[in-house]
């Protein structure tokens, strides 16, 4: 649940308490349980998503929290399907991160794929533009979050209200006072120009003269390689979801985002690969999936499917989907092939389509459970997701395995990107040589 709706949330359950007065919530017999709520079921004082809202507010504390004999007795699903002619999600629910009302929300139901309403549009209202040319290009939130975020702090450096009339002149002195005043990192620099030079384009219609910008260089760094052992030190330490997702970047070279952001509809168990979308040039691919962690993910994946079956009871369960597929296939939010392989342990609202489900794990949790660990085996590389990437592109140049299906794997779309690698990458000894001097 979101943060808007944990009130109303703890309101039913006080309510609840109060009209039951249990010593404790496991002695409560099952009788009393359903004639609460069936008395709640025929109010006609409140609408059907507030009684729907309730009902599901009761079921996570006696069954998914509590654990009580009483919640694992009772026909949920019937009880939610009386009140049902309308959805759950109703128009008190605010998408915070998107700054949506709920006046707002009412007003203009959001959709999948819909420009998103912007509180900081209401000082620079250009902001709900560049968020549209974001979406149309399809760009991924995270890009789109970050865009708004550094365009907002342009518009605001440069003291005009409207935010209208910037000038690439503005632009350098931003830049300036990046690196100058805040001590920003080049790489934190160029994040901040590119969203910058996508608000002048795309928006502005005036392309910025790259010749006339002092854009920040960044030095390369090579990648950190971690060797055989330290990899073998890493994972043994880790167990659990973390510890499968740690393999499975590993063993299939995925990116952070790409192992985070997979869906149910992307594994293919019969053929033991793996559909990469939504990579970075969007471009995709396959990988195959390891021998060894087939039996673990399908494990885990059960847990999965039986954790989306117990939210669908409860009316929610819903995630993010496509556009595309949202207008041909209205219930495919809820289907199962599109839930997340790796979701958060929250339920949460999602900011775009006001949906309540689980999201995907946040990719911060899985970093600091690799940072932990390579401390815990004595790792003094840094280590993270990236550096696992990194490994698995160099073990596999090592053992000799071509370079361009290597560039596959990885989804390069330029070899020269993954030559790097090969530069790197310690070989295997070489055999002993003897000198032709020894043998005269």
């Known amino acids: 649940m979101s943060a808007v709706e944990r009130p109303a949330y703890v309101r039913e359950v006080e309510a609840f ?55 694992g007795v009772i026909d949920w699903p019937a009880l939610l399907e009386r009140r049902s002619t309308t959805t759950s999600e109703g128009p008190e629910a605010v998408a915070s991160e998107a700054g949506i009302t709920a006046n707002e929300k009412s007003a203009a139901p959001i959709t ?24 149309d290009r399809h760009y991924s939130l995270r890009t789109e979050q970050s865009y708004i975020d550094w365009c907002h702090r342009f518009l605001a450096f440069c003291g005009d209200g409207g935010g209208a009339n910037p000038e690439p002149a503005d632009v350098q002195r931003f830049l300036q006072h990046l690196e100058r005043d805040c001590a920003l990192a080049p790489k934190t620099q160029s994040l ?13 219609e005036t392309a910025l003269e790259p010749s006339s910008i002092d854009k920040p260089r960044r030095k390369e760094k090579p990648p950190t390689i971690l060797d055989r052992s330290e990899v073998r030190a890493l994972l043994e330490t880790m167990t659990g979801t973390h510890g499968l997702m740690a393999r499975l970047i ?4 995925l990116r952070l985002m790409e192992c985070v952001r997979l869906r149910i509809r992307d594994l293919d168990f019969a053929e033991a690969s793996i559909s990469v979308k939504t990579s970075q040039g969007e471009h995709d691919r396959g990988v195959p999936i390891p021998q060894r962690l087939l039996g673990t993910l399908n494990s885990h994946l059960q847990t999965v499917v039986a954790q989306h079956e ?75 997701a990236q550096a696992l990437r990194h490994a698995f592109a160099a073990h596999l140049l090592v053992s000799e395995c071509d370079i361009r299906t290597v560039q596959t794997l990885l989804g390069h779309s330029d070899v020269s990107t993954t030559m790097r690698y090969a530069r790197l990458a310690k070989p295997p000894s070489a055999p002993p040589v003897t000198s032709p001097i020894d043998t005269i």
């Open 17 to 71: 308490l109060r009209a039951l007065r249990p010593a404790s919530l496991h002695d409560l017999p099952a009788e009393k349980v359903r004639d609460y709520l069936e008395s709640l079921n025929a109010r006609e004082d409140l609408r059907d998503e507030e009684v729907r809202r309730a009902i599901g507010a009761l079921r996570l504390l006696l069954v998914q929290f509590a654990q009580t004999p009483a919640g």
């Open 112 to 135: 999948i794929g819909a420009p998103r309403i912007l509180r900081a549009a209401r000082t620079y209202p250009v902001l709900n533009e560049l968020a549209q040319q974001i979406q």
């Open 310 to 384: 117990a939210d669908t009871a409860s009316g929610v369960g819903a995630v993010c989907v496509p556009s595309a597929v949202a207008s041909e296939d209205t219930e495919a939010v809820r289907r199962l092939e599109w839930q997340y392989c790796f979701p958060s342990g929250r339920l949460s609202r999602d900011a775009s389509s006001g949906y309540v489900g689980r999201a995907p794990m946040h990719a911060s949790s899985l970093q600091r459970a690799l940072k932990g660990a390579g401390e815990t085996a004595g790792i003094a590389s840094p280590v993270n």
């Open 250 to 253: 590993y063993g299939t070279g």
């Open 192 to 204: 901040a120009y590119n969203a910058v030079a996508f608000l002048f384009e795309h928006v502005f």
